[in-house]
């Protein structure tokens, strides 16, 4: 069974992917924190844990639910980070403990390197670049699926000492100064399409007199500023003039 989160669809891309190579099932993490139930699921297969990077390492909204979560049936449990980066860096520090609580057996963690879409800090980049690291890394999808389909570990290499004990506080810092929800408006021309609010994984966002208005639980998902149909949604002045990112979906041929 394939649990994702997705806010641009990278992760998405990449866990239907799977399904359709290993004839798995996916089910949509975002589902259960939006409505903020327990994940009780059983599954044959081995689980696969499908999420984007986050500071390097799994999005802490995501840490929480599985630390909650009743995973039965099946006892191994494989993790995919999509990053716009080159590696997992610190996530191995964080998801070895959390499966270990779990209950599970761990066999790994993969990263794929996809388009990057956290416009806040860095640049998105264009259409063309964009196509170009999503093929590299749809290439590399089957060998992962192979991977778990022959149950083979994934990378099982651990992060240095020294990288341990410094996420920790990076993390801290990151999710109390940087994550500012009132710094989200709107320009001229949102249509009060709901897009925003349905996108938001934390149910964070409200329509006001048909105008988005944002609430505190952000995780900086940029699920609601890059999936706008209008581009009309600002970040303070850091994403003025930046393009969007959302990845192409998965398509059975
Ligand atoms: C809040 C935030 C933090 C991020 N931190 C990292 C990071 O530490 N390293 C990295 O390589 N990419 C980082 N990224 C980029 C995403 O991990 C990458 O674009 C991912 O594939 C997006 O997945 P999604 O489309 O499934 O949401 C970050 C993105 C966001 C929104």
């Not at 994403?239 to 979906?249: E, G, M, P, S």
């Amino acid at each position: 069974m394939i649990l994702y989160f997705s806010a641009t669809g990278n992760s998405e891309y990449v866990a239907k992917n799977i399904a359709y190579i290993n004839n798995d099932q996916t089910v949509d993490m975002s589902f259960y924190l939006k409505s903020n139930q327990i994940m009780d699921l059983t599954s044959d297969s081995p689980y696969l844990v499908v999420c984007p990077i986050y500071i390097s390492t799994l999005p802490t909204i995501i840490i929480e639910l599985l630390k909650k979560s009743k995973l039965n049936g099946n006892k191994n449990i494989y993790f995919i980070m999509t990053c716009a980066g080159s590696g997992v860096s610190g996530a191995d520090a964080f998801i070895r403990p959390l499966v270990k609580d779990m209950g599970l057996i761990y066999r790994g963690v993969e990263h794929l390197s996809m388009p990057q879409n956290y416009l806040m800090f860095f640049t998105v980049k264009n259409k063309e670049e964009n196509d170009i690291k999503m093929q590299e890394a749809i290439s590399k999808i089957p060998a992962l699926a192979d991977k778990i389909k022959n149950n083979l570990d994934f990378n099982m290499d651990k992060v240095d000492f020294m990288h341990k004990i410094s996420i920790k506080p990076v993390i801290w810092m990151f999710d109390k100064f940087f994550i500012k929800p009132k710094k989200f408006y709107i320009k001229d021309g949102c249509i009060s399409c709901s897009i925003c609010v349905n996108s938001c994984p934390l149910n964070n966002i409200k329509l006001i007199d048909g105008k988005p208005i944002w609430g505190k639980s952000c995780v900086h998902c940029t699920a609601c500023i890059n999936r706008c149909p209008k581009k009309v949604i600002e970040y303070g002045k850091k994403t003025l003039d930046k393009n969007r990112y959302v990845a192409i979906k998965f398509k059975e041929n």
